[in-house]
C-alpha cells in the first residue's frame, strides 16, 4: 500500500449489460458516494458489454459530465465476467472494487470495505447474509453450487459471496498476469492469496431491469467454475469407469459360470441389454467430462483477446495500451 502524502486512488469498476433502466440511478448513487469521502480520489469505470439499449448513450453522456466516469465499450457482449476483467485491467487504483450495475450489492459497503482495506487486508470479499427478491430456483441453486465448488476446489473459494469487493493492487497486479479465458474472477482472488477477509452485507432488490444472467449463462458460469478450478471430475471419470469394469468383470464370470454349468445359456436377453446400455452411459458421461475439459484446452491455444474495446472514453491511452501489450506477451509465451 501506498503511504505517500498524495490520496489514495480507488476504482470503482461496473459491468453493464442493458442496464438502461438501473444506470442513471447507479451513476447517481456512486458519485455520490464518492463525493462523501473526501479523503481519496476516485475513477468510476463502467464497462459497457455490448449492450444493445440506451445503456452506451447514457454513460457516454455520465462521462461527459463527470471527469472520474471513465467508459470501455465492447464490440459485443463478451459476459460478465470478462467485462469485470476488462475494467480491472484499465484500472490504475490503489485499489480496485467491484460492483453491479444494479445496486443489489449496496453502494454504502463500499467504505466499511476500504476501512478494512486501510487495517492492512488485501481483499474484503462481500458475503451475503440475505438475499430478499431472488426466485427460491436461484437461491437454491447458488447455495448448491457454493458448496459443491467448495468442496470440489483445490483452493478454498468463500461460500456465498459473489464478485462484489475490494481488491488490493498487490492482488490486482497477479490477476492481470493471469491469462486464462474461462474466468471465474471470484476463484481467481482466493487463489492469488495474500490476506483475505469477508465482510457480511445484506444484498437488496435489483433497482430496475432483469436478471442478465439467464439459465444458460447460469450453467456455463457454474461449469466454468468448477472446471477451472477443479481436476476432480477427471478423477470421477476415471474411478466410475474402474467401478464398471469390475462390475462387467463379474459378469463375465456370471455368464461363463451359467454357459458351463446349465444348458438355459440362451436365455438372458434382459441382462445383455442393462449391461450394454449401463456401460454405453458411463462410456458418453466420462466421454462428457473428457470433451469439457479438451474444450477448454481448445479455447485456450487459440489464444485470441479475451475481448474487443469498440469505444474508451476518459482513459489515458498510454496505460492502456501497455495493458493490452502486456496480455498478448504473456499469452506469447
Ligand atoms: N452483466 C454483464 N454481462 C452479461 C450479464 C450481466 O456485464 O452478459 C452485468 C449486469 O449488467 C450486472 C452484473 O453483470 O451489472 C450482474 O448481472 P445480474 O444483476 O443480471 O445478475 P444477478 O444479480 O441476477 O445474478
Ligand atoms: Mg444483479
Known amino acids: 500500500m501506498d503511504t505517500g502524502s498524495a490520496k489514495q486512488l480507488i476504482s470503482i469498476v461496473v459491468p453493464c449489460y442493458d442496464e438502461e433502466d438501473a444506470i442513471a440511478e447507479t451513476i447517481r448513487q456512486l458519485t455520490r ?37 471513465k467508459l470501455l465499450s465492447f464490440a459485443r457482449n ?13 484500472a490504475s487504483g490503489d485499489a ?59 483452493v478454498p473459494i ?42 457480511p452485507y445484506e444484498r437488496a432488490r435489483r433497482i430496475a431491469g432483469t436478471s442478465k444472467y439467464p439459465l444458460r ?10 472446471l477451472s478450478f477443479s481436476a476432480k471430475p477427471l478423477r470421477f471419470a476415471t474411478s466410475i469407469g474402474l467401478a464398471t469394469a469390475v462390475l462387467a468383470l463379474l459378469g463375465i464370470l456370471y455368464v461363463l459360470a451359467l454357459r458351463l454349468t446349465t444348458s438355459i445359456w440362451v436365455e438372458g436377453w434382459t441382462a445383455i441389454m442393462i449391461a450394454l446400455l449401463f456401460l454405453g452411459g458411463v462410456q458418453l458421461v466420462c466421454l462428457g467430462i473428457l470433451g469439457e475439459y479438451v474444450g477448454r484446452i481448445y479455447s485456450e491455444v487459440k489464444k485470441r483477446p479475451l475481448y474487443v474495446v469498440r469505444e474508451r472514453i476518459g482513459f489515458d491511452d498510454v496505460s492502456i495500451n501497455t495493458t493490452v501489450l502486456k496480455r498478448r506477451v504473456i499469452a506469447a509465451e
Open 158 to 199: 468463500p461460500l456465498d459471496t459473489g464478485d462484489f469487493r475490494l481488491i488490493g493492487r498487490n492482488v490486482v497486479d497477479v490477476l492481470k498476469s493471469m491469462p486464462e479465458r474461462d474466468r471465474f474472477v471470484r476463484g481467481m482472488v482466493s487463489w492469488v492469496g495474500f490476506k483475505q477477509t469477508s465482510l
Open 96 to 154: 480496485v472494487v467491484l460492483i453491479d450495475a444494479d445496486l443489489q450489492d449496496p453502494p454504502q459497503t463500499i467504505v466499511e470495505m476500504i476501512v478494512k482495506w486501510r487495517e492492512g487486508y488485501d481483499v474484503v470479499y462481500g458475503t451475503r447474509t440475505l438475499r430478499p427478491g431472488e426466485s427460491r430456483f436461484k437461491l437454491f441453486t447458488a447455495r448448491g453450487f457454493y458448496r459443491v465448488l467448495n468442496g470440489l476446489s483445490e
Open 78 to 90: 463478451f459476459g460478465h465476467q470478462i467485462a469485470v476483467t476488462a475494467g480491472i485491467d484499465a
Open 33 to 69: 458516494l464518492c463525493d462523501g469521502q473526501p479523503s481519496y480520489d476516485f475513477e468510476l469505470i463502467f464497462v459497457d458489454d455490448g449492450s444493445k439499449d440506451a445503456t452506451l448513450q447514457l454513460l457516454r453522456e455520465a462521462a461527459g459530465r463527470d471527469p472520474r466516469i
Open 217 to 226: 449463462k447460469m450453467i456455463r458460469f457454474a461449469s466454468d467454475g468448477i
